[in-house]
């Protein structure tokens, strides 16, 4: 865990994180319903959903705690695990699977020693594989931190990763 990302295991009445998640959930009126983004936003705030948190959020929802622990993890794009200091998704639904996304995720573990869920030794780099996240006009997609990539070769995102991790920058549009 890096140092900007302090332990989710704080109570709530210390950890700042968790009025900002409270802020969502009083937004959405605690509804039940509103879960899977409650659990979105928790992952936002957090960077990953530990189970001390799946346990806040079931708790303020009146929720029980497995049922908020089975929808954490039937998406794949919930984490539980601290990520990165950035972050690379690669789209592996079927249009993106057409065009190489596997070959993406094959030379990103090959340069970077990372697979799909890992996170690098030295905390700079996490690796995630998702389900289609809507752009596939742009397949194959990678997204890299908050910037949505399409069309590129599993060279060029390898290159975009390669400056990104030597310079602590955006990484190049
Ligand atoms: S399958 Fe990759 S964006 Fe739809």
Known sequence: MSASQPSATAPPAVDPRFDLLETTMKRLGY??????EILHSAQEVFGYLPNELLTHVAKRLKLPPSQVYGVATFYHQF????LGEHICTVCMGTPCY???????????QATFKVAPGETSADGKLSVRAARCVGSCGLAPVVIIDSTVIGKESPEAIVGRLQTL???PQEVAR
């Open 79 to 82: 984490s539980f695990t601290p």
């Open 165 to 167: 991790l030597q310079t």
């Open 31 to 36: 509804s039940k319903s509103a879960l899977i």
């Open 98 to 108: 057409v065009k190489r996304a596997e070959d993406i995720i094959n030379q990103i």
